[in-house]
């Protein structure tokens, strides 16, 4: 199963694009690219997912290269409600079981 | 609102002793998954249930068990409690995707 890797923590002004990208260098070929936002104390919320190319959503854009060995999320304009810790998670779902691997997660803090 | 229900908010327990977390999936989800989080810590993929069934299985101690009952709710049994077992419990579900999935506000368990 795709082991996931992440950078700690990000910093990012107020309006500026962010970019958190996830390493999963043994995805397989029925895995798929899924990302959430947690909030302290609050369950994650599903932000985002994809398996090849481009996806985009009212919140965010999820860029798979054609390799599939990593995936970035980008938050066009954060603001200050955007400071959350992200995590990718890859899936593989077989149709009788499933696989999940969260990233250690990234924690973005945006400031003024 | 996620419409992921979990019960108890809060749990204080002390070691050696057994609790029951229970969690009511989104109306018409066949999923239900439990996550460990411990403190400052990513999220710790338990168990998942499709349908009543073990779909796959985690990282999940032998001390702790689970199961989804016929009107798709879930509870996750924890014994012989020790300290490390202090944590955040998430319960989460979701319909066909496994990827996109829809988390409850979690029980906070504590043991002393």
């Known amino acids: 199963l795709a082991k996931t890797t992440q950078p700690i923590s990000m910093d990012s002004y107020e309006g500026q694009e962010v970019n958190i990208t996830c390493s999963h260098n043994n995805i397989a070929t029925n895995d798929y690219i899924t990302w959430y936002q947690q909030f302290p104390s609050q369950g994650p919320r599903f932000i985002i997912q994809g398996y090849k190319t481009k996806v985009t959503n009212e919140v965010a854009s999820l860029f798979i290269p054609a390799d599939r060995k990593s995936s970035t999320l980008s938050l066009p304009r954060v603001s200050l409600s955007d400071t959350a810790v992200y995590y990718c998670?890859?899936?593989?779902?077989?149709?009788?079981?499933?696989?999940?691997?969260f990233g250690t997660g990234t924690r973005l803090q945006v400031t003024l | 609102d996620s419409g992921v229900t979990q019960t108890p908010k809060h749990l204080i327990t002390a070691t050696g002793q057994r609790v029951t977390l229970r969690c009511s999936p989104r109306?018409?989800?066949?999923?239900v998954y439990w996550y460990q989080q411990s403190l400052d810590q990513g999220l710790q993929f338990l168990i998942q249930y499709y349908n009543g069934e073990e779909r796959a299985k985690g990282n999940i101690l032998e001390r702790f068990s689970a199961q989804q009952f016929p009107d798709l709710h879930s509870e996750l049994n924890l014994s012989s409690l020790e300290l490390g077992d202090s944590a955040l419990y998430f319960c989460?579900?979701?319909?066909?995707?496994?990827?996109?999935?829809?988390f409850g506000p979690g029980t906070r368990l504590t043991v002393t």
């Open positions: 998670l890859v899936v593989r779902n077989t149709g009788t079981a499933s696989k999940l691997t």
């Open positions: 109306s018409g989800d066949l999923s």
């Open positions: 989460a579900s979701s319909g066909q995707g496994v990827g996109e999935q829809y």
